[in-house]
């Protein structure tokens, strides 16, 4: 079963800092180097985020057991249930609004 993770702003209004600091990126930089610099959900793509699976010790203190380097897709997919690339395509501007009716008089 999964847990709810609730949105960071509402754990701590400053969580943006806690992305900066040294302790934190030193294990974002481990992380990647185990993981070869390659996804470890899939292992081919090249790793290019973090991803907390939990954020009960926050991000500044987060152990490298709940991070994973992933791809986009994956990260994606880890959130949402579907890859990144699927929100890139045909269907992509459904999201789009449409202003060009703003400017006419």
């Not at 290019?48 to 994973?68: A, F």
Request: aromatic share 10%; proline share 7%.
């Amino acid at each position: 079963m999964q847990t709810y993770n609730p949105p960071l702003a509402a754990i701590n209004p400053a969580w943006k800092q806690e992305y900066k600091d040294p302790g934190y990126l030193r294990r974002c930089r481990i992380k990647f180097q185990r993981a070869q610099g390659l996804c470890e959900d899939d292992g081919e793509n090249p790793a290019v985020v973090i991803h907390h699976r939990s954020y009960r010790w926050g991000v500044k203190d987060c152990p490298l057991s709940e991070m994973l380097a992933l791809c986009l897709d994956c990260h994606y997919r880890r959130h949402f249930g579907l890859p990144y690339a699927s929100r890139i395509g045909a269907n992509d501007n459904q999201d789009e609004i449409d202003f060009s009716d703003l400017n006419q008089a």
